[in-house]
């Protein structure tokens, strides 16, 4: 009895010592957690104390990788809820195989989802922590952030396919463009020396025609790019093209307004072959607004040295699944397209050590960013 009295007495005091601001002395458990905790708190890599689901520790570049707060995990204890749907029943097996050893298992690619949404590349590897204060045996989880590498990774990809690509036009337009002269030449003669049938001899001419517009593109894509640079000003180069595409864009009543932050923007360049990327992706705009609508053209010159473009239609989108593809050979979400024509705007932007990305939200509108350094 005598005990217990003096255990309620202790309890009593620490009480009075909370509400009168006197500090009280943790105990060893809270005390151990507390110094693991300040251990990896500042370590670079990313890293969750969890035991199974409930995340009871995240470190600094944690909460920075997900962009949330320590009273944002508190209020959301549930470590699944960063995990990409695609991969929580993956870490639950893994999770439960690691607590069989003390051995931590391989680093695997992963996702997560950030507060706002945006989707992380990583690479994700735990390890069982026994003895861990408070609660016995735990999982700490490390993660690496991959999205630059997964960058270069698919600008490597990309720069090969253009690479690749290239060699193949060149072969296949070689190959196709005689005897396809010699179509075009004998059907032009045939239809002046026969009175009938002339409607067909019309299809025919279309079609050939077609095809060697299709070889013109594989022509283009084979030249070897960026290689007539003299400086010129991209705010008049931009002009120029609105002033190509003014008709087709009145015809289907679409309106074009560029933005410039600047009255120009000098920088290393190809005229010729930087008209033949806005021709393109405004021609592209314009198409994709078979109902009228608005195209946007924002230019912004960096302090960095290098500009960006930005050109947002109100078409009608292109779906996420199909975003990857783009800029691939004969890949195309136009009913008479090849694909080429992005192709060779890849490659251009890509000759001139610049970068052009396309996002898209299906029935909104398409956003096409490109960046061009300005020494080139």
């Known amino acids: 009895m005598r005990r217990k009295a003096v255990y309620c007495n202790r309890l009593l005091v620490s009480s009075v010592k909370r509400r009168l601001g006197k500090p009280v002395q943790p105990t060893n458990a809270e005390s151990d957690a507390h110094n693991y905790q300040r251990l990896i708190k500042y370590l670079p890599e990313p890293i969750f104390v969890h035991d199974g689901n409930e995340i009871l ?16 995990i508190a209020e959301n204890e549930r470590g699944f809820d960063f995990l990409h749907p695609d991969f929580r029943e993956r870490s639950v097996a893994r999770i439960q195989a690691v607590m069989l ?28 922590i026994r003895n861990y204060p408070g609660r016995g045996t735990v999982i700490q989880t490390v993660f690496r952030d991959i999205r630059d590498r997964k960058k270069e990774e698919e600008a490597l990809i990309q ?3 253009l690479s690749v690509a290239g060699q193949m036009a060149a072969g296949i337009a070689h190959e196709i463009r005689n005897p396809l002269t010699s179509l075009i030449g004998f059907s032009k003669f045939l239809k002046t020396k026969i009175d009938q049938y002339h409607e067909y001899f019309d299809i025919m001419l279309v079609e050939l025609d077609r095809i060697n517009s299709i070889v013109q593109e594989f022509m283009a894509l ?28 009145i015809l289907r009543n679409v309106e074009i307004r560029l933005h410039a932050d ?27 607004m078979p109902n009228a609508g608005l195209i946007t053209i924002n230019m ?30 004969f890949f195309t979400t136009k009913d008479s397209g090849t694909g080429l024509g992005l192709m060779i705007c890849y490659r251009i932007i890509e000759g001139h050590h610049g970068k052009m990305d396309i996002s898209s939200v299906p029935g909104k509108g398409t956003t096409v960013t490109i960046f061009l350094p300005k020494n080139g």
């Open 159 to 161: 720069s090969e396919k």
């Open 57 to 72: 520790f995240t470190n600094q570049a944690g909460l920075k990788l997900l962009n949330i707060t320590e009273a944002e």
């Open 222 to 249: 084979a030249k070897p790019q960026a290689n007539q640079f003299k400086q010129h000003d991209l705010v008049k180069i931009i002009q120029n093209v609105l002033t190509l595409l003014e008709t087709q864009a």
């Open 262 to 288: 600047a009255d120009s923007a000098e920088l290393l360049c190809d005229e010729n072959q930087l008209k033949q990327v806005f021709v393109n992706v405004l021609k592209n705009a314009i198409e994709a």
């Open 300 to 329: 912004k010159l960096r302090q960095s040295g290098g500009l960006w473009v930005e050109i947002v239609d109100e078409g009608v989108g292109i779906p996420l699944d199909q975003l990857p593809k783009l800029g691939g050979p």
């Open 101 to 128: 050893t003390d051995e931590p298992n391989e680093f695997l690619e992963c996702k997560l989802i950030a507060k706002g949404g945006e989707i992380i590349d990583v690479e994700v590897s735990s390890t069982r």
